[in-house]
């Protein structure tokens, strides 16, 4: 069974960057099948996509996060990483990493990041000093 | 960027109810449509995808609908289980955006 599972601080000061790793068990990061992704999602809010990877190095970012994220992954240790920079109380989140399905678009003949299968519990990162 | 817009935001029903949620896309999307469940304190759950697929393991009271801008989830007969939020996701392009969600409540 396929486990995702995130770490990294729970507290982080504003100004300052939020890191966090996603460890996968139970199957490979490296499956040509599937792209990996970060979530995030306020307290009492809505979800909000931050960010999805393929392990190439491949990666697609939200836009509305500007430059301030950074996605990694590590193949060898089945790991993919999320850095979002210049932090704010905006950033106060539960942020899950999840597995994307990878579907085959028949009008464009490309495969495109498709929904979310697989989810990490979800960590909760504070944004304040 | 596709807004994703769901109605009703909450809903009250009982067991044994059949519920029906709409999520419309701001531009067509075709079938590239989401559906997902949340209980409090959890990860969200997929439920279905490309509109009407039910995700394996999911329980056949749940249904997707729908093409272009408009679709529908429907739960045919509410169990204990199901009181949750639910929420659409478009996966037709970046970025990649939810609904704002709807609760089903007692």
């Known amino acids: 069974q396929l486990r995702l599972q995130e770490s990294g601080p729970g507290l982080v000061k504003p100004s300052e960057t939020l890191s966090l790793t996603c460890t996968v068990s139970g199957g490979s990061i490296s499956s040509t099948t599937y792209y990996w992704g970060w979530i995030r999602q306020p307290p009492g809010k809505g979800l909000e996509w931050i960010g999805s990877l393929f392990y190439t190095g491949t990666t697609y970012n939200n836009p509305s996060l500007k430059s301030r994220v950074t996605m990694s992954i590590d193949t060898s240790d089945n790991q993919f990483s999320l850095k979002l920079s210049s932090v704010t109380a905006a950033d106060t989140a539960v942020y899950y990493c999840a597995r994307h399905l990878r579907s085959y678009d028949s009008l464009t003949g490309y495969y495109v990041v498709d929904s979310n299968d697989y989810w990490g519990q979800g960590t909760l990162v504070t944004v304040s000093s | 960027d596709i807004q994703m817009t769901q109605s009703p935001s909450s809903v009250s029903a009982s067991v044994g109810d059949r519920v029906t949620i709409t999520c419309r896309a701001s531009?067509?999307?075709?079938?590239?449509l989401a559906w997902y469940q949340q209980k409090p304190g959890k990860a969200p759950r997929l439920l279905i995808y490309a509109a009407s697929t039910l995700q394996s393991g999911v329980p056949s009271r749940f249904s997707g609908s729908g093409s272009g801008t408009d679709f529908t989830l429907t739960i045919s007969s509410l169990q204990p289980e199901d009181f949750a939020t639910y929420s659409c996701q478009q996966t037709d392009s970046f970025p990649l955006t939810f609904g704002g969600g709807t609760t089903v409540e007692i």
């Open positions: 531009q067509d999307i075709s079938t590239w």
